[in-house]
């Protein structure tokens, strides 16, 4: 297996788990529409849907975020970084990864871990006039925190292939983010067709590259 195939292997992992969970908010939707309408239509609120809403948006939220490291969604302020040559942006990351990401990630799974066994330990519910068991909800914590833990440790590995190649390695989405910017260009109106051209036509050669150096590979 190639260090690319492992990056991608983890990529798609993080991605399922992403997609998959994201199901959640189908259910919160329904949750709170068939609760609006018992409360203010047959005036027949629910004692436990506001607790049961909080896990399933905290869950939902909490196991998204390999998915969002995964395809480099998450907010970057990029005035300098976005002008930086690869090389450098991989050393400013892979820094930033062992100074913050690791010390703050590693604490949450093993904090999450300890709070999930000590709420197992009292079989802790919540406080209302329907209990619910909570502690399963949270153990939630210590997986959405081992999730992220494994997708930044390939993302790490990602800043040192960097360092290495001079490039980035390409993420499984490239392919369609370069349709989109194509697409976007084609209909814009604030950018001529010649410069149109050509950042179409250098967004296709490095997908071109990309593809036959992981075909090399």
């Known amino acids: 297996m190639t260090i690319d195939n492992l990056l991608h292997g983890v990529e798609s992992a993080s991605t399922w788990i992403g997609k998959a969970f994201a199901w959640l908010i189908v259910a919160l939707m329904l949750l709170v529409t068939v609760e ?39 907010v970057r302020g990029d005035f300098l970084y976005g002008n ?32 999930a066994g000590d709420a197992l330990k009292i079989h802790e519910t919540t406080f209302n006039a329907t209990p619910l068991p909570i502690y399963p909800f949270k ?26 190649r001079g490039e980035w390695t390409p993420r499984l989405d490239d392919a369609q983010e370069i349709d989109v910017v194509e697409q976007q260009l084609a209909g814009s109106i604030y950018v001529d067709e010649d410069t149109k051209r050509d950042a179409i036509a250098r967004a296709k050669s490095i997908d071109e590259a990309a593809r036959q150096r992981m075909e090399q590979e």
């Open 84 to 115: 930086m040559k690869p090389r450098r942006q991989a050393a400013l990351d892979l820094v930033l990864y062992f100074a913050f990401f690791l010390p703050g990630i590693m604490a949450l799974t093993w904090a999450g871990w300890v709070y």
């Open 139 to 164: 153990y939630i914590i210590p997986l959405a925190g081992a999730t992220v833990l494994v997708q930044g440790i390939s993302e790490m590995l990602r800043c040192i292939v960097c360092l290495k």
């Open 36 to 74: 609006v309408f018992k409360r203010y239509i047959l005036n027949m609120p629910t004692a436990w849907v506001f607790d049961v809403s909080n896990m399933l948006y905290g869950t939902l939220f909490m196991m998204s975020g390999a998915y969002a490291l995964a395809h480099d969604g998450h």
